[in-house]
Every structure is written in structure tokens, then in C-alpha cells.
């Protein structure tokens, strides 16, 4: 770190002291992080942002300090003056940056107290993260925490830096707003000026973003808080934050290539090693048939064959009757594993989580298959699935038999399952792509009706093979959306935008809007496309996940100062909290 204005309580950093500083007379400030108090001799080590000093305090050169020393408890807050010395070769730490060196202290102030921390912060054992949390501000003195945030503002310097060498500029949005549809539930806060009126907090920047655009701006970012109502997960925050990014008069390449730059850059603060941009794009629909999802882990085999087609016809009536009524059988070959019956009954219960009914396995051997459903098929049709999952004597195949997407989903979460298993994954090894070539709509079968699987502002492409947009089928339209996914997990995603208010219009209708509604919601968005708005796209990437994926960290509450439970409860303030009757009145409002 830079050296601190010389102010009255310090002149340098504790931490950025060397040997070379030997025979300088510094002042420091900081909290006690350890003290050992040797009969005459006190040391302590004084740490502040940039690292540990050890202090000495001697009896006879320095009495008082060293009285006042004897006093002092863990967390108490001290500014001390003195001479760096050189450590003798047999104190020398190896360990501590400064650990050639140690302050001999001439002067103390004591600045502050501290009772005993409900947990100790001077070393790194596992501490109840509730009592972390409650204690935020003590659990951020911790060097995991303090290392966490420096990568986290490393990681956002670098990004203003790429993107103000392309011109972009950084603009903010509301906080107060009305309802962005990203699929989730908007957070509301209810007006008080306009009784029985709500803003709802942003879900994202998206339609302020293309407004931007409009607006002739060309190149947006912003560092965004985004916020959604959502049943919690282990691993979500209902607020989190994103890089928000929009650019005008580009296609996919465009912002392909630039978001390419910037993860680059932020990786490589990270240390975090990928191969080098461009990085390969995957099809939806390759991703799926392959990985049995659309956020391929593809550091490891495993992948999921369609295999239906070779055991039609067999005895298998579990595997006639899917195969008859529209389904697939997809098969994985899980190498060379010996598991036990009961293990494989677990992977039928792990299955059925995601609505499969069983898993069917069988192990390669004697010519042939091995185990009971060996029998139901004949010798081609086994020779020919063991050549499509190139199995070897000794593999374990297993073969799930269900409707197209319940498979793919089922052996795709088995995949990883067994990869975790069976430790598949190289912790040095990171891939990242990016899985391009989405279909548009999605069907939700519950509720019968069309969704965008992005989101309805992203501009619809034709079908495979066809030249026009046509709505009349819109399973078959496809988006020009795009996810940037690493290590299996998704980092972010953006689309180009539809800038017709005409294909606007048959989005929103495609999705259940009728003209009325669309104007009520999106009126101003329609307005604006109307009034002559560039082609634009953009993206948004996950800051939080992104600094915990480098950083290594195993939540996102790790790399974010402030984070809340996975129930949505911040213990720190106690948020949520009930409020006043008196508070709901001028609101407007009563409880139910
Ligand atoms: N608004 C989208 C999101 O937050 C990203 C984008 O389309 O740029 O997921």
C-alpha cells in the first residue's frame, strides 16, 4: 500500500515494513492481534489492513509503555511509535512479510478497548457462521474476509478498466422502479406520497439499459444491485450484484469479444487460469443431448448417449413402452466401478429427484453384459450400445429410460453426482464456454402457456432452416440470447434485444400479454422503440459468483460484506423486522 499520510497516528502500514526499514523511526496503528508476554519482555503483533508487525516492548528502556502493555487484551486498538530493528537469525519468522523486523516501542496510545471477540480472529478455525455473521464487522478483521474483498474490488477495477478503454460509459439506474420481468418476484416498497402505489425494486437494469440506447448512449456498464424475491437456495442472495453491460449497432460477436476481454482481465487478476479467448460456443440443444444441461461441466467424460435407437425392438418392456410413447433412453458409461447393490439402488433414488424413475444398470463383461437385464437384449444390440459408449470390459453403463427432458436432466445431475463421487474433477482445471443458440420459448406445461426462456426483451431468430420469424410455432423460433458458463456453473448471459416495437409486440404476445396489457407494462419500452432505436445487446455477469469462483470460496457469502442468510435474514440489523402501527398507517397499509 501507498504510505499513509503521516497524520499523528501513523506514518506507515504494519505490514508493508521491511529489513531495509531497519534504524527508521515509524509510527503505526492498528489492533492487538496476539500478545505473549515474557516475564520481562511483552511482544505483540499489530495488525491493520496491510498485514502483522511484531511490536517489542521493553521494561527498561520504554516502563511505562511496557506497564501499559501488560494491560492490554486482544482487539484493542493502538497507535505506537518506535524503532525498527533487525530480528536476530534465530527470531526471524519465515512466515510474516515483516518477519525480518520488529518494532521497538517507545511510545503507546492506546485508542481503544476490547472484550474478549466471541471468537478468536487471529487464526483460521472453523467458527459458526450465524455468530460470524451477528459479528460481521469483527469476522471482517479476519485476513479470509479482508482477502476476499480486496479480490472482489481488484476484480471490479479491472473490469472499469477494460471497459473505459472501449468508451464505455458507467450510468445508474433506479433503485425505485417499477416491475422488470426476469422471472422472478419483485421486492416492493410501498409509496406513501401515492397511498396503495409500490415501486418494485429492480430485478435487473434490462429495460433501463435499452433505454439507454435509445438514448443514443452506445456503450453502458454498471456495477448493479439487483434484487429478487426468490425461495431462497443454499447459495442465492435476494440481493446481489452484477456487471450490467449494453452496447449499440453490434451482433453476438461483438459482445462475445468484448465480454471475452474482460473476463479475461478478471480471471487473470484472479489468477485463475482458462484457456485463452475466444472460447468455444456449444448449442443449446448439443449442450443438453451431451451434458443433459445448459450449463455444461465439461471437465470430466461421462457424457450422456442417446441410445435408443439401438435397443428398440428388445425384450426391455420398460424400454418399449418410453421408446413407444415418444421417450428416450440416454446411457452414460460411468467407467470402471464396482458398486454395490445398494449403492446402485441409491442412484435410482438419486434419479427420481428429478422425476426419472430408476436407473438400470449394467456392467460390460464375458463377451457381452452382465447382470439381470443382459438377457432382455440381443447380442447386436448390446454390441452395438457398448461401440456407441466405447465401453471396455468392467464399465459400469447406466441407462435411463423417460421423456426426452426428464433424462437429459436425471443423467445430467447423475453425471455430476458421480464426478463428485468418484473425484473426476482436477481442481486445477477450470473450462469455460459459452452455450449459445437457445430456442425462444419455453413451454410451461402446468400452466399451458409459452415463456421466454431468456427473457421477452431478447430478439427472437427463425427456426432452424427457415429465413422469416414466424410466431405461428413458437417452440421453434430460437434467441440470439447467449450464457457464458464456467466449470459448470452459469457466470452470466445476455442477448441481443429485439429493437422493433413490431416483433416486441408479437414477443409479448407469444407469451400470454394481450396488446393491452403489453401497453400497461411495457407502454414507455414500445414508446421508445417506436422513435427509431439502434439494434443493441448486451450482458450481465454475476460478481458475486464470480470473485467466490476464483477466490475459491464455497458461498457467495464468503466474497460479500453484508450478506444475508439463506432464509433472506440479515443477523447483523435483524432485517426483516416488523414495523410500527404507526408506520403502516401513514402507509396506508394493514397487516392481514
Ligand atoms: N438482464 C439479464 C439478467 O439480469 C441479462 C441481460 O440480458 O443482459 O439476467
Redesign the pocket.
Known sequence: MRAPPSNGFRDRWCGDLRAVDAGSVVRVAGWVHRRRDHGGLIFIDLRDRSGLLQLVFHPDSAPAAHAAAHELRSEAVLSVSGEIVLRGPETINPLLATGEIELTVRDLDVLATSPTPPFPLDEDVRVDEMLRLRHRPLDLRREPMRDALILRHRVVREIREVLERHDFLEIETPILTGATP?GARDFLVPSRLQRGSFYALPQ?P?IFKQLLMVGGLERYFQIAR?FRDEDQRADRQPEFT?L?VELSFVVEEDVLGLTEEVMGAVFAVGEFAVAEPPWPRIGFGEAIARFGSDRPDTRFGLELHDVGELVRGSEFKVFNSVLEAGGVVRAINAGARELSRAEQDGLSEFVQRYGARAVAPVTVGDGGWRGNLAKFFSEQQIAAVNAELEASDGDLLLFVADRAAVAAQALGALRLELAERFGLIDPGRHDVLWVVDFPMFEHDEQEQRWTAT??PFTAPAPAAGARELDFSDPGVLRSRAYDLVVDGAELG???IRTHTPEVQRQVFETIGLSPAEAEERFGFLLDALRYGAPPHG???LGIDRIVAMIAGSESIREVIAFPKTASGADPLTGAPSPVDARTLRDLGLRLA
Open positions: 426476469e435487473s434490462q439487483c452484477q450490467d431468456h427473457h448471459g445476455g442477448s448486451g450482458i450481465a
